[in-house]
């Protein structure tokens, strides 16, 4: 029994020690220096394109941070598709001046909403160069479509923005969305902007070429992670999606530990059926094609079914050493070198993480106390959620309520 305990550990120790070495050598060339980037007068057109299903408390302060952009008037269009809606959404919309665009299908997801938006502008020509896809939660900063005007002039066709929390003070667990989003950001996508491997589209302020959007034919999204899924079809066809750090928007995080379990019950759920679709794809096309952007999505991926087989390991070291303290204690050497320590260790090394990553982006160290100290805990939680995806599928979407309305002028996220 000992002896296949130790070849099971160590099996299991060399597969996640692979695996976590990798992402952690990306993440260090998020340290590096970046370099300046050519900017770009105003020049391409841009249709902003907002699905919306019962935002009233909202819409109406998303609609005027897009009005005050420092970009021309002429060269973008905020348009807003309510579904689903049983609110003043679209009135308050209409009201405002957004352009209103009427889903006439069943719509089940933001997907279905992009589908059709799509089925209906491309047939009426080149009406714009690009389309940027908000949340109908967020803020946009004033020089959002000014960047995005950037990166297209620097030839990029797909591009992701910095995704930054209109409430990261509110409670524990938007603390720790925002400390995950900093982290994504950071050792992510910065990484991947350095080594030209392909940026993560993460549901909200990307941006998509109309080149892109014909290649593709439209949106052709089914999971319940859109913005993952299209992250692979742009991979798959070669489209890189570029880093555009100076591309802000603000996001509302949710506030309770249920709500957080919801959301991240329909990501991770999305995130294996993007895999089912595309991994095999992404590794045949890494190899073939020596594709390093395949292989790096293929990697992330895995990312559910790695921190499955950390929970299975952690309950098999915990039920191999139960006989030890039955008989002696939870105070024996043995139990608290194997089990007690590694917990102890993960969390000073999770909250180090937390820390030094809101010191590298510049944020509010005081403010975000809560959210460090709880983010190992935050982190830890993702572990039952990915075992609870694999034995139930989740294919409903469930809506996050808002809770109160933040302007632009309301922001406070700088550094002390």
């Not at 005027?64 to 809606?85: F, G, R």
Request: contains cysteine.
């Amino acid at each position: 029994m000992t002896d296949m305990f130790r070849i099971t550990a160590w099996i299991i120790g060399f597969l996640l020690t692979f695996f976590a070495s990798y992402f952690v050598l990306v993440a260090l060339f998020s340290l590096l220096p970046q370099k300046r980037k050519e900017k770009f007068p105003p020049k391409f057109k841009f249709a902003i394109l907002v699905a919306a299903r019962n935002e009233e408390l909202v819409i109406g302060d998303l609609i005027d941070s897009v009005q005050n952009l420092n970009y021309p008037k002429t060269l973008y269009d905020l348009v807003i598709i309510p579904n689903n809606c049983s609110d003043r959404t679209q009135e308050i919309a209409q009201a405002k001046g957004a352009k209103i665009f009427e889903c006439q299908s069943v719509i089940r997801s933001k997907g279905d909403v992009l589908k059709e938006y799509f089925d209906s502008i491309l047939p009426q020509g080149d009406i714009y160069d690009a389309f940027c896809i908000i949340d109908a939660d967020n803020l946009v900063h004033e020089d959002f479509l000014m960047e995005m005007n950037h990166a297209m002039g620097r030839g990029a066709k797909v591009g992701q923005g910095y995704r930054e929390s209109k409430n990261p003070y509110d409670s524990m667990i938007s603390s720790c969305y925002t400390i995950f989003y900093y982290m994504d950001d950071r050792f992510m996508n910065t990484a991947r902007e350095i080594l030209n491997l392909s940026a993560l589209i993460n549901g909200s302020g990307f941006f998509a070429s109309m080149e892109v959007i014909r290649k593709h034919r439209g949106w052709h999204t089914t999971a319940m992670t859109e913005d993952v899924e299209f992250t692979a079809q742009c991979v798959l066809s070669g489209d890189r999606v570029h880093w555009v750090p100076h591309a802000i928007v603000y996001d509302e995080q949710p506030l309770t530990f249920s709500q957080s379990w919801n959301q991240r019950i329909r990501w991770s759920a999305g995130l294996l059926q993007c895999m089912k679709m595309y991994f095999t794809k992404l590794v045949k096309r890494a190899f073939t094609q020596r594709d390093c952007s395949s292989f790096d999505l293929a990697m992330f991926f895995l990312i559910p079914i790695i921190q499955v087989i950390v929970l299975a390991a952690v309950v098999w070291i915990i039920a191999y050493n139960l006989p030890i303290v039955w008989h002696a204690g939870l105070g024996h050497p043995i139990f608290v070198s194997r089990v007690i320590l590694p917990i102890v260790y993960s969390y000073i090394v999770t909250t180090g993480i937390a820390l030094a990553v809101i010191l590298l982006e510049q944020k509010k160290v005081r403010k975000m106390l809560k959210g460090i100290f709880g983010f190992w805990f935050f982190i830890v939680s993702w572990l039952p959620i990915n075992v609870a995806c694999f034995i139930r599928k989740q294919t409903v979407w469930l809506p996050i309520k808002h809770t109160r309305a933040v302007k632009i002028d309301d922001l406070d996220i700088h550094k002390d």
